[in-house]
């Protein structure tokens, strides 16, 4: 199965709107469901992300599928001039901006809404760009990669931080229990969204992982292209360059 055909819902919206939707649904809680369901792993990850970085010096960095906020947070400790996220969800959005509120961040992050597919930002715009959990939901990825290519500056670098699929047996065992039963029991008891959850797992799994994903960076002008696995395979930090 094609991963742009996997889809929240059944029904005969466009699989942006689909995502958008769900998003919508879930914002209140999806913060702390996050925490509880990564022990809070995925904020090292970002740590680790961020620090690909700091030799770049970015001055103006652009956080696709941004969410709540919390990759551009982490961005923040870069020292930018200026952090721009877009999402499709407005839901997801207004929890960040309280959060970039109480840290008094909301002079240095903007959140905006908008999509990888649609990016309406001139060429060469950003130093820096990073997609936390995100390019699993684009609707046609080499479209939103292509953009992101677009408007990154040249030898400016694109940061993707997304889930992997292990390749160890006992890893992927424990692994497919987990998010095939215990993360959408807990999205369903806590998110009240039935599908929310269910769509994370059959999304990572119809994704193209590691070398597949790097294979596609390529395919979109990016060079450089290359991932570490992260937390014996589960996830995965892609970096490229323009």
């Known amino acids: 199965m094609r991963h742009d055909s996997v889809t929240p819902y059944q029904d005969d919206q466009s699989k942006?709107?689909?995502?958008?939707?769900?998003?919508d649904r879930i914002a209140g809680r999806y913060d702390a469901l996050n925490t509880l369901l990564s022990a809070g792993i995925h904020k090292g990850w970002r740590k680790r992300c961020v620090?690909?970085?700091?030799?770049?010096?970015?001055?103006?960095?652009?956080?696709?599928?941004?969410?709540?906020?919390?990759?551009?947070?982490a961005c923040s400790e870069?020292?930018?001039?200026?952090?721009?996220?877009?999402?499709?969800?407005?839901?997801?959005?207004?929890v960040g901006r309280e959060k970039l509120k109480k840290l008094k961040l909301d002079h240095l992050i903007s959140l905006e809404n908008g999509n990888a597919e649609d990016l309406h930002f001139p060429e060469n715009s950003f130093d820096a760009i990073v997609v936390g959990f995100g390019v699993r939901n684009f609707q046609n990825l080499e479209?939103?990669?292509?953009?992101?290519?677009?408007?990154?500056?040249?030898?400016g670098t694109l940061i993707v931080l997304e889930f992997s699929y292990p390749k160890n047996f006992l890893v992927k065992s424990l692994y497919n229990f987990y998010v095939g039963y215990v993360t959408p029991l807990v999205g369903r008891i806590f998110s009240k969204d039935r599908?929310?959850?269910?769509?994370?797992?059959?999304?990572?799994?119809?994704f193209p992982h590691n070398q597949d994903f790097v294979d596609i960076l390529l395919k979109q002008s990016?060079?450089?292209?290359?991932?570490q696995s992260?937390?014996?395979?589960?996830?995965?930090?892609?970096?490229?360059?323009?």
């Open 222 to 227: 990016f060079r450089s292209a290359s991932y």
């Open 230 to 242: 992260l937390s014996f395979g589960v996830a995965a930090i892609y970096r490229a360059e323009k």
């Open 51 to 73: 620090k690909l970085l700091k030799d770049k010096n970015p001055k103006h960095i652009l956080d696709v599928a941004t969410g709540t906020g919390d990759f551009a947070i």
């Open 143 to 155: 479209l939103g990669l292509s953009n992101l290519y677009r408007v990154l500056r040249p030898g």
């Open 16 to 23: 942006s709107s689909q995502v958008a939707k769900m998003f």
């Open 78 to 94: 870069l020292q930018p001039q200026k952090i721009t996220g877009i999402d499709i969800s407005e839901g997801m959005m207004q």
């Open 195 to 206: 599908r929310a959850y269910s769509y994370l797992t059959e999304s990572v799994k119809a």
